[in-house]
């Protein structure tokens, strides 16, 4: 019982009859990410938000480094908490990699779903033949380096602190850069499952509305990307936000609300 | 630099003085300090950049400026994102942008810019946000400090600790390997672990454990290889290693760790197998070694490649391949090795367990050929059991009047017993001098056909038709071995074990086959000497007995004689039936002393010495005391008892007398009884007068006689025999003597007769 609850840090606010919108944040922070938008829907859906395994306040000791060496089991964590709530037509917003992680849910155990929203979403970052990511390996390779350099900053100057000093909650208060804090082995391997998976082929058979929400100029998820999703989700619905940069619902939490908004309304 | 070492070293200016002692220094200091704050910002040691909320630099210092090489008018309007590496622009958007948005600040973010000549300034970066009253994002003001040095320690502190994080991976490995084998009870066991382990570890698409079938330095030639466990590699990919195995690569597989790369000069080497490699999506395999101290078992085969549908995309090039690092290869030797003592360690446990196997096999044989009736029997169920246990087809031959005869032929596998059966219809009778069987009991020897070249050739040799050697070939057979069974000289037959891959014949199983056959020959020796014997004494016995008693009016008559159920002994008993002149009839039931030919043969002289000496009808006393004062003439070897009695079927007249032998019943109505019919010494006795009783049978009524067989059962003393008798006689008895005869032996004899048994009986109407 309650396990999945824990480790997934799972809370829940809303109205409990409402429908069921799950946010789920991308790589890099945590469910506060969705802190401007969320609970602009409290008053007429049932908000749960959560932490993937690894990521904010979710149980550490949950993480299993071969059960996370894939988004499946971030997925399957996914579905765990969908049928620990008892929720079903479940409208799943996935910002970043979660959009995919949705992808990997819903085909999983579709009778759970009922919509998919997808922010900033790219099934796969490397360049393929006939394909474009946006980003070479030796991209990739840099990125993966520029994670750990400031991982490395991180377990040196705040591992000792945190570990050292439980009984003095101050310190951890100052920590900074608090809230995107994650152990730097657990990241580096978060980084690479993000950035190294093709979901290309899971993007077929999906059954369920669809909204593709596509930043301008998104470096991460560049348009060609979320048209390419568009394109092979047959009946999905693909908006263009004005908000630039990757994190419209930082960025522009009002569009991006209204944009989601949109899609639900019938 | 010299002199004096005391001395401060000379200002910028013009002074050694301390500058509190100068005043035009104190007011020059006073100046800089409350100097132009927009050139402290233009010229402080650190970059100084204001942004807008997306990231558009709207001011910008000339520290920057300088080390970066851009004039401020190129960065004025260009977003700070493009200067950043794309790490750096991924980790702007995934942890920069929400940290200002979310707490406000970021410290210490390490960053790289990028100069105009494409060079990398390593910087930490601290940032804020400026929000109006309403919290909406106005500015975010950026300090960047140059950290060149520092972050060199650290990526070179971070390469360290990859280091040690790799070699500690690596360590984890064995020790997990090592704990897994330990476990392992089986080559399979093994073979589970090291290709499981072993993939994972090299991240390989596939991988296998290819091993050496019988010795790898036998100097007969090239080994065989047998994958034992393979994992992600596809059904070609490993019929071709395979094939390439079992030619010219079966040495050079087994002599070194190496990588065979999918390029051109493998294309032309081996262009079966680089195609199944190109059609796996495997770009090279590496070939490791398994070994124990200097003996070769196999090798390990990892397959890598792009990775396939779930995996991680590779950082590498599609295409390339990298050999193995040393680290890995190091790794590589290490699972080799300990999946060799692994498999040494199984391979004599194995040894150990088979033999375990053998000695009870060949206990459990001993035991069914010991319980087992008759031949056909037993051989059938010896070879079900060499099929069930030992060797994959086990084939039984026997010589009989015809020759050499298949008797039985078993295969392991039920569904290839019928391919084993259409084969030895065609070779039922074994001609060929060439057959190994034939071979084994002309030479009086064992012969071992060790591999599937020598099992073909002699397969050729002894086909009769294209059809057999069909399905010879069908059957798979890797070995047979034909051991003689011979006893006194005399040829009984040969027993045959083959074996397949599945189960090849070792060493070991040619001693279990001719310790079977040992074993086996024994038996059927006894058999057949017991068989020769117990139909001749059959045969004798029966030739002896009235075929059927002679049809007496107003008598219906039964007569019964069952054989003992066990061994060849044959007994004495015997009856007869003889219509006097006169209407009378003579009875008789008697029993022969001993179990065996002479008393068979006894029981015929006596039978017709008392059917001569019947002729003139005496009464049975009469009778009696002529048997016993003449015994001596007639030299018979056995003494007897018998009953004997005549009796009138018109009146019932009925006279009893007894040389020894048990009272007759007298049954009907629901009743029976014993006559009191005293008996005299028996047949070969020294003579005393013998008593005849006297009575009458009435109309329906029925006069048993029997012998001591029907009363004697096992475990009973015969009292109790007899009191059953009477029980069973007085409900069985209703005119039908037949009828009589077959309840009493139902009921009063089980499955097993340890003796003859005579029964007459007759009702009168």
Redesign the interface.
């Known amino acids: 019982m309650g396990s999945v609850v824990a480790r997934n840090r799972v809370s829940v606010s809303g109205v409990p009859g409402g429908r069921p919108l799950v946010f789920s944040h991308?790589?890099?922070?945590d469910q506060?990410?969705w802190?401007l938008v969320a609970p602009c829907f409290a008053d007429d859906h049932r908000v749960v938000l959560f932490d993937h395994v690894g990521s904010g306040q979710s149980d550490l000791s949950a993480y299993d480094p071969d059960k996370y060496?894939?988004l499946?089991g971030y997925a399957n964590d996914v579905v765990e908490i969908c049928q620990e709530l008892g929720l079903s037509d479940v409208v799943f917003v996935g910002h970043?990699v979660s959009a995919m992680i949705g992808v990997l849910a819903y085909h999983r155990a579709p009778e759970l779903f009922g919509a998919l929203v997808m922010v900033g979403p790219s099934p796969?970052y490397?360049d393929d033949v006939g394909y474009v990511g946006g980003?070479s390996?030796a991209?990739?390779?840099?990125?993966?380096?520029?994670?750990?350099?400031?991982h490395?900053?991180w377990s040196?100057?705040m591992a000792p602190v945190i570990m050292g000093n439980p009984d003095r909650p101050e310190l951890a208060a100052e920590l900074?850069?608090?809230?995107?804090r994650t152990a730097p082995d657990i990241a580096r391997q978060f980084a690479?499952?993000t950035f190294?998976?093709?979901n290309r082929?899971d993007l077929q058979g999906i059954e369920v509305p669809t909204l593709v929400l596509q930043c301008s100029e998104?470096?991460?998820a560049p348009s060609p990307v979320g048209e390419y999703v568009h394109r092979q989700i047959p009946g999905s619905e693909l908006v263009r936000l004005r908000a630039?940069?990757?994190?419209p619902q930082?960025?522009a939490p009002e569009e991006t609300t209204a944009a989601i908004r949109a899609f639900l309304t019938p | 630099m010299t002199g004096r070492s005391d001395a401060p070293p000379p200002g910028p200016d013009d002074g050694s003085d301390a500058p509190r002692s100068d005043p035009e220094a104190s007011s020059r200091l006073a100046r800089l300090l409350e100097g132009d704050p927009a050139d402290l910002y233009e010229n402080a040691p650190m970059g100084y950049l204001s942004t807008l909320p997306d990231g558009r630099i709207v001011k910008v210092n000339r520290t920057f400026c300088a080390w970066t090489g851009r004039a401020p008018g190129d960065l004025l309007g260009t977003r700070l994102q493009e200067l950043l590496t794309v790490g750096g622009r991924v980790f702007h958007e995934t942890h920069i942008v929400p940290l200002l948005r979310m707490q406000g600040a970021v410290r210490e973010i390490a960053i790289d810019i990028t100069r105009i000549d494409g060079s990398l300034l390593a910087c930490l970066l601290n940032a804020v946000e400026l929000r109006d009253d309403d919290g909406t994002p106005l500015l975010i003001r950026a300090t960047l400090f140059e950290a060149t040095a520092r972050r060199r320690y650290e990526r070179e502190l971070l390469a360290a600790q990859r280091l040690a994080e790799e070699s500690e991976a690596r360590s984890r490995v064995v020790q997990k390997v090592v704990f897994d084998l330990a476990a392992a009870t089986t080559p399979e066991d093994v073979a589970t672990v090291i290709v499981q382990r072993g993939r994972a570890a090299m991240k390989a698409r596939g991988a296998a454990l290819v091993l050496v079938e019988g010795e790898a330095d036998d100097p007969r030639g090239v080994p065989q290889l047998r994958p034992v466990r393979s994992d992600g590699l596809s059904a070609g990919l490993l019929r071709r290693l395979r094939e390439a195995a079992g030619s010219r690569l079966a040495l050079e597989l087994v002599q070194g760790l190496r990588s065979i790369v999918l390029d051109a000069r493998l294309r032309a080497d081996q262009p079966d197998l680089a195609a199944a490699m190109v059609a796996d999506g495997v770009t090279d395999l590496v070939v490791v070694p398994v070994s124990a101290d200097s003996k070769r078992l196999g090798v390990l085969v990892l397959a890598r490649g792009a990775p396939g549908r779930g995996d991680l995309i590779s950082l590498d090039e599609p295409g390339s391949s990298r050999p193995p690092s040393p680290a890995e290869v190091d790794l590589l030797w290490t699972l080799g090795r300990q999946a060799g003592q692994a498999l040494e360690r199984v391979r004599l446990h194995e040894q150990t367990r088979l033999q375990g196997e053998r000695a009870a096999f060949l206990l459990e044989a001993a035991r069914l050929m010991a319980d087992a009736d008759d031949v056909s029997e037993t051989v059938q169920r010896l070879a079900g059991l060499v099929a069930s246990r030992l060797a994959t087809v086990c084939a039984i031959e026997l010589v009989t009047e015809q020759g050499l005869t298949r008797a039985v032929a078993r295969h392991r596998d039920g569904a290839r017993q019928p391919l084993l059966d259409r084969l030895r219809a065609k070779d039922a009778l074994l001609r060929s001098p060439l057959h190994p069987a034939v071979r084994a009991l002309r030479e009086g020897r064992t012969q071992w056909m060790r591999d599937r070249e020598e099992v073909r050739a002699v397969v050729d040799a002894v086909a009769v038709d294209d059809e057999f050697r069909d399905l010879a070939e069908q059957l798979e057979l890797t070995a047979t071995v034909s051991v003689p069974m011979v006893v006194d000289g005399r040829r009984l037959g040969v027993m045959t074990f083959a074996g397949d891959r599945q189960r090849p014949l070792t060493a070991a199983d040619v001693e279990v086959a001719e310790q079977l056959a040992l074993q086996l020959s024994q038996v059927l020796d006894k058999a057949q000497r017991f068989e020769l014997e117990e139909r001749t004494s059959h045969t004798l016995q029966a030739s002896l007995l009235p075929p059927s008693p002679p049809d007496v009016p107003g008598l219906d008559t039964a007569v019964r004689y069952v054989a003992a159920t066990h061994g060849v002994d044959v007994g004495g008993d015997f009856y007869d039936l003889v219509r006097l002149p006169g209407e009378q009839v003579s009875l008789v039931v008697g029993d022969v002393v001993g179990h065996d030919i002479t008393a068979a043969a006894t029981m015929g002289q006596l039978r017709t010495v008392i059917r001569a000496m019947s002729a003139d009808g005496p009464p049975p006393a009469v009778l009696v005391d002529r048997l016993q004062r003449s015994w001596g003439l007639y030299e018979l070897q056995r003494m007897a008892t018998a009953l004997f009695a005549t009796l009138d079927p018109a009146t019932g007249g009925l006279r009893i007398a007894s040389a020894g032998h048990l009272p007759p019943v007298l049954c009907g109505s629901g009743r029976a009884e014993y006559l009191p019919v005293r008996p005299t010494r028996m047949l070969g006795a020294p003579p005393v007068p013998a008593e005849e009783w006297a009575g009458e049978l009435p109309v329906g009524a029925t006069l048993l006689l029997f012998t001591d067989g029907l009363v004697e059962s096992t475990g009973a003393d015969i009292d109790t025999g007899l009191d059953r008798l009477l029980e069973v006689a007085a409900k069985a008895c209703a005119g039908d003597p037949g009828e009589l005869c077959d309840r009493l032996l139902e009921e009063l004899t089980g499955d097993h007769r340890a003796d003859d048994i005579a029964l007459l009986a007759l009702t009168r109407r």
């Open positions: 991308g790589f890099g922070c506060t990410l802190r060496g894939s499946a970043s796969r490397v980003f390996r991209d990739i390779a840099d990125l993966l380096d520029a994670l750990d350099s400031n490395l900053g040196a100057q900074t850069n608090s809230f995107c690479r499952v190294l998976s093709d082929a998104d470096p991460i630039t940069g990757h994190v930082l960025s």
